[in-house]
């Protein structure tokens, strides 16, 4: 190290801890990133008269048709789209009357007029066109008459009838939650669920545990099983049992009701002990010594892999690692709304250019992990209409504490991110797309999805807003597998994989491609798939049953390895807080 890099390392932690402080004031964004954006948009702005005239233009008529659509009859709720059916949640007949009928039409047309004239300035880069356009509409969530009781008529009549009584006690409960974020040690109230007795209660042996993870086996629950054994790799930025939720939507435990020996991988929650962990350790500690363990359990049956989320990518990685390596322990590979191509990853690249990425690198760096709140707060801003404001009209000013579900318990669950392996993650795989360019090594060789050749099950979600089904279905380009079955389904990026059979509502579209077939882009693929109704789970069962051998008798619980001791499930890193 030269003598200059030597002097110039305090200074660098100074601007670590300073961008740390900042960024509790900013909600994580840098201030640069966010100055650099808008000065792009106002220098373009003012140096386009053709597009101020058309602005000023397209207002007036926006404008007018507000005082026009004020005495139309009101519109069916069906021809409104998803974002603006929550950006205002009219769904009350007093919001047809004035003077809250002119507060919403004028609301929903200026926001509209935000969204489709005020970020159009040509010259623009499109990552600060997204982001003006993203913070635009965030502010602009501010200003809904929903979220305010003097224009919501809704809130009016609740708190005539009882008293001010519902805003008594939601200032109760946003002094609470302001003392918490303080750091005060207020109690909460015991959750309705909890992990071990109502959530992730399907039976099975932790029987290894390394630094990192913990590895499951479920116990059969039939007197026969499918003869190659499921591995599930989970995302590590929630806990495993997004997967083994209830025993009525766990994945695992309807797979182990189908005759599959069932393992899973339960990562650990990391702390600042943690903060040198690489992406390649959750290959190594993860994927590769659980597939090494399972092969001591059940010698000589190839595994069928499924990876969900980050997850999933990791997963995708491990499985080029193997086939570039000459090991063919997989039977067939399952990603589960994961992305191996970042170049569209959708709202979230908001957050990650170079000015933001090098700001939340030096936050995570002087903090040694990102912390949960830092990164709730992140997907909140994606879905602020009903996570920021939706919270804030219930909670505050209904005086409302909804009983969370199973879904929303494990929601709340949240894990931390270690430094090093985030940071690799934002930059190797977002910013840079590594993974998809051949150019992401794992053991100092590159790895390219090129080289997978079982057969896959791919799935996305109609909805999602961390893996856009479209950025999903990118694994097209790369795969040279024999066939890979791709499944959009209705949902979100949680609800559309949490899909159990009998759910009401839940619909999806699944066709197969084969070697050989030429490519079809994403859009004619969707209109060319007819739906099916029900859970896709049931054609994802049989498409494991038919990559698999002839069932048998089901093998034995594996012997316990590694640290510490073995128990039963949900083992011991899920309780990890």
Not at 35 to 40: I, P, Q, R, W
Not at 61 to 70: G, I, K, V
Not at 150 to 179: C, I, Q, S, Y
């Amino acid at each position: 190290m030269t003598q200059e890099r030597v002097e110039s390392r305090p200074f660098h932690e100074l601007d670590s801890l300073w961008h740390a402080i900042q960024g509790r004031w900013t909600m994580n964004f840098s201030p640069v990133a966010t100055g650099l954006a808008f000065s792009d948009w106002l220098l373009h702005l003012a140096n386009s008269p053709g597009t101020q005239a058309t602005l000023w233009l397209r207002f007036w008529e926006l404008a007018a048709e507000a005082l026009d659509e004020r005495s139309r009859p009101p519109a069916d709720a069906t021809e409104l789209s998803d974002r603006d059916r929550s950006r205002c949640r009219c769904d009350d007949p007093a919001w047809e009357s004035e003077p809250y009928l002119s507060m919403r039409v004028i609301y929903e047309k200026g926001c509209r007029w935000w969204e489709a004239y005020a970020t159009d300035v040509p010259g623009m880069k499109p990552r600060h066109k997204a982001f003006i356009s993203f913070l635009g509409r965030e502010m602009l969530a501010f200003y809904s008459p929903c979220n305010h009781l003097w224009t919501n008529p809704e809130l009016m009549r609740l708190t005539a009838e009882e008293g001010g009584a519902n805003l008594a006690r939601g200032g109760l409960f946003w002094t609470e939650d302001m003392m918490r974020l303080l750091g005060w040690p207020v109690p909460r109230d015991e959750p309705a669920l909890s992990v071990g007795r109502d959530l992730a209660v399907t039976p099975g042996e932790v029987i290894y545990r390394n630094r990192l993870m913990e590895l499951i086996q479920y116990r059969p629950t039939t007197g026969e099983v499918v003869d190659n054994p499921v591995l599930i790799i989970p995302a590590w930025i929630m806990k495993y049992y997004i997967l083994d939720l209830s025993p009525e939507n766990s994945m695992v435990k309807y797979l182990v009701d189908q005759g599959h020996t069932v393992f899973m991988v339960s990562w650990k929650n990391p702390g600042y002990e943690d903060r040198e962990t690489d992406l390649e350790d959750y290959i190594e500690l993860g994927v590769m010594e659980a597939v090494d363990k399972i092969e001591e359990v059940i010698p000589g049956k190839k595994l069928h892999a499924a990876g969900y989320c980050l997850g999933g990518t990791v997963l995708a990685m491990a499985a080029s690692a193997m086939a570039r390596d000459g090991d063919d322990r997989l039977k067939s590979l399952t990603l589960l709304a994961a992305q191996t191509d970042f170049s569209e990853a959708g709202e979230l690249m908001l957050f990650i250019g170079h000015a933001q990425l090098s700001f939340l690198e030096d936050i995570i760096r002087f903090q040694g992990y990102l912390d949960t709140g830092q990164m709730a707060a992140a997907f909140q801003m994606l879905r602020a209409y009903d996570l920021i404001w939706g919270t804030w009209v219930t909670r505050y000013l209904m005086g409302r504490r909804e009983p969370l579900n199973d879904l929303m318990t494990w929601n709340a669950d949240a894990t931390r991110m270690p430094s090093r392996m985030h940071c690799r993650y934002l930059r190797d795989l977002f910013l840079n797309n590594d993974f998809s360019e051949g150019r992401f090594r794992v053991k100092g060789r590159p790895v390219v999805i090129s080289d997978i050749h079982e057969p896959v099950f791919l799935v996305a979600t109609e909805q999602d807003h961390v893996a856009p089904w479209t950025s999903v279905y990118k694994f097209h380009l790369s795969s040279d597998a024999r066939s890979v079955t791709f499944v959009l389904t209705r949902g979100g990026h949680n609800a559309g994989i949490v899909s159990e059979p009998g759910h009401p509502g839940r619909r999806y579209r699944i066709a197969t491609i084969r070697e050989g077939d030429r490519y079809m882009p994403p859009g004619h693929w969707y209109h060319d798939t007819p739906v099916k109704e029900g859970s896709w789970w049931i054609d994802w069962q049989r498409w494991l049953l038919a990559g698999s051998g002839k069932k048998g008798t089901p093998p034995p619980m594996g012997r316990f390895t590694g640290t510490g001791e073995g128990c039963p499930a949900p083992g011991r890193y899920v309780f990890g807080t």
